[in-house]
């Protein structure tokens, strides 16, 4: 698996990815409108989960190509990544299994997100994250898992209406999941490291 790291600190590929991922974000945005339309402004920041977590990518991917860590963007990138790339694929395959239907727009999503959380753990080497970080991002997880269950900002599925309850409860143990593989990969005593180099 090594065979990749180089790839990825290629500066040709991580252009090419800081391409898709400004593209992606735009596009999750703009997917989210109809929503962020009649969101009171104090939850807006908390509605958009997986644009936002593609736009904390996109700081990653800069401050690399400049030769820099931000860990902080690190941290939240890679939590959120994993979370809300697992999130989207698990909640479009709900939506097959209580519909029987997966169209184009469908595939399309579980392949870009199920890429959004692989990306995430493939870049875990060049990260740089401290435990103060992981804190603040689990603050901010778990702080958004209230905002959407609790007052109900969550990404709309109206087919999943009847399975809210079911979601949060999932959503809540994926983002202690997340937090608990970025732990595993990017904490550890003698975790696998590389340097970005050019």
Known sequence: MKWIYPILANRAVM???LIINIAGTIYG???????????????LPFVPDSPTASF????VLIAFLL????????ALAIVTLIKYGIW??????????????????????????????VQGILYAPFYRIKTWHLVAVAIWTLHNDV????????????????????IGYFTFWLS??????TAFLCLRKNRFQLEIKY
């Open 88 to 117: 989207a694929v698990v909640m479009n395959l709900l939506v097959f299994e209580v519909t029987g239907e997966l169209d184009l727009i469908a595939l399309m999503l579980i392949f870009s997100h199920g890429a959004m959380a």
């Open 56 to 59: 904390f990518f996109v700081f």
């Open 176 to 181: 202690i999941a997340s937090l608990g593989v």
């Open 15 to 17: 252009l090419l990815l």
């Open 147 to 166: 905002i959407d269950y609790v007052f109900f900002m969550l990404p709309r599925y109206p087919i999943l209406n009847l399975y809210t309850p079911q």
């Open 67 to 74: 030769g820099k860590n931000w860990p902080l963007f690190e």
């Open 29 to 43: 945005y703009i997917w989210y409108k109809w929503q962020l339309d009649d969101t009171p402004a104090i939850f």
